[in-house]
């Protein structure tokens, strides 16, 4: 997990914004707000979007998904996938669960240890 920050909105200088050191541009929810209220007139993508506001004021990645759909009217199936699970991750904590996390498979008691493979020893040349 990243490491996380608080740091001052860059717009307003006012609220403190949760950051990492990838964050270059950090903005609160409060200065993002109008550019978030637009009309979304597919009936799908209105539902896509339909999310409680706390969501939104958490995470400015779901904040930025958002306001590109409403600046060019599309988003590319990466970012659908990657918002849905971000969402899912969100009503996920606040239903009390944890998030699923993908776990590696431990190698089964019945299973045989390799060998350790010796490695051949370099060949010697004629020429000196």
Do not use: H
């Not at 978030?36 to 799908?44: A, F, N, R, S």
């Not at 995470?59 to 659908?80: E, M, P, T, V």
């Not at 240890?113 to 000196?128: D, H, I, M, Q, Y």
Request: hydrophobic share 30%.
């Amino acid at each position: 997990m990243a490491i996380t920050y608080k740091q001052k909105c860059a717009r307003c200088n006012k609220n403190y914004v949760t950051a990492t050191w990838k964050t270059r541009y950090v903005l609160c929810y409060d200065c993002q707000k109008k550019e978030l209220q637009g009309v979304i007139e597919d009936p799908k993508m209105k539902k896509f979007f339909d999310i409680p506001d706390d969501f939104y004021t958490e995470s400015s990645f779901l904040r930025s998904i958002k306001i590109n759909y409403l600046r060019y009217g599309d988003l590319s199936g990466d970012q659908i996938k990657a918002f849905k699970s971000v969402v899912q991750s969100f009503k996920d904590r606040k239903a009390g669960k944890s998030p699923a996390k993908p776990t590696a498979e431990a190698p089964s008691k019945t299973a045989k240890a390799e060998k350790p493979v010796k490695k051949a020893a370099p060949k010697k040349t004629g020429a000196k």
